[in-house]
């Protein structure tokens, strides 16, 4: 069975990145979204198992010790992390898997599977990301300014990514998103055909 692809959103906080996983997971039920551990405080109406694994630092610390995750970042004073066995459970069922997390985590996946599929969400501007982020409503105006000033490192961080998708329209991000998941199979798929003909040329040739 060929393995699933993985694909990593990442992107400053507030440009939209859960909003455009929501709307991708409706419209492909299949693509499998892998739910990061955290040590931030639940927002209103998030679930633990759902939106987050909610931990304690020290049972974050303990899936760290553990080798539990496949990548880890401080960001903005709280712990996030991917927990390992699901991402490789779900590909090697060949499963496609999408990781919504910050740069710094991004890198670490890229330096295990420089094979994903790096997608960058980009906000139309700098203002608009500011009035996104206000205007979810969810962090204090600190937190707010902090993440905003995270953000001009992560953009400038965007080079090390396979594709950068404007979220200008929710529909027309999902839209982009989903042509780049079409070629990346497209791609794959002929990747597996031409090594397919390489493996018959050199059976012809031994046989001969
Ligand atoms: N294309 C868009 N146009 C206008 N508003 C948008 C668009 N996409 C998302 N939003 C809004 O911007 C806010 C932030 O979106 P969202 O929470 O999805 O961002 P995020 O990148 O996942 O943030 P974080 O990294 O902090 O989790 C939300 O209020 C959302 O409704
Ligand atoms: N490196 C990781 N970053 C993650 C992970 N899960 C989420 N995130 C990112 O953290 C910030 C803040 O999230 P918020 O829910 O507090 O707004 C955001 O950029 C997320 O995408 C993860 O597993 N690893």
Same mark, same amino acid.
């Given at each position: ?172 991000? %999902?839209?982009?998103? @989903? /042509? !780049?998941? $079409? #070629? *990346? ?10 090594? %397919?003909?390489?493996? @018959? /040329? !050199?059976? $012809? #040739? *031994?046989?001969?």
């Amino acid at each position: 069975m060929n393995r699933g692809l993985l694909f990593v959103l990442s992107g400053p906080s507030g440009v939209g990145k859960g909003t455009v996983c929501a709307s991708l997971r409706t419209k492909m039920p299949e693509l499998i979204y892998s739910v990061s551990a955290t040590t931030r405080t639940p927002r209103e109406g998030e679930k633990d198992g759902v939106n987050y694994f909610f931990k304690s630092r020290e049972q974050f610390q303990d899936m760290i010790q553990g080798d539990a995750l496949l990548e880890y970042a401080e960001y903005v004073g709280n712990y996030y992390g991917t927990p390992r066995d699901f991402v490789e459970k779900t590909l090697s069922e060949g499963k496609d898997i999408i990781l919504e997390i910050e740069v710094q985590g991004a890198l670490k996946v890229k330096e295990k599977f420089p094979d994903g599929v790096f997608i960058f969400l980009m906000p139309p501007s700098l203002n608009e990301l500011a009035s996104r982020l206000g205007g979810r409503g969810t962090e204090t105006q600190a937190t707010i300014d902090h993440r905003l000033s995270v953000a001009r490192d992560e953009i400038n961080l965007l080079y090390h990514y396979d594709y950068a998708v404007v979220n200008d329209q929710i529909d027309l991000a %999902c839209k982009r998103i @989903d /042509a !780049i998941m $079409t #070629a *990346e199979h497209c791609k794959r798929q002929r990747f597996l055909h031409e090594l %397919c003909n390489e493996l @018959d /040329a !050199i059976s $012809t #040739a *031994e046989n001969v």
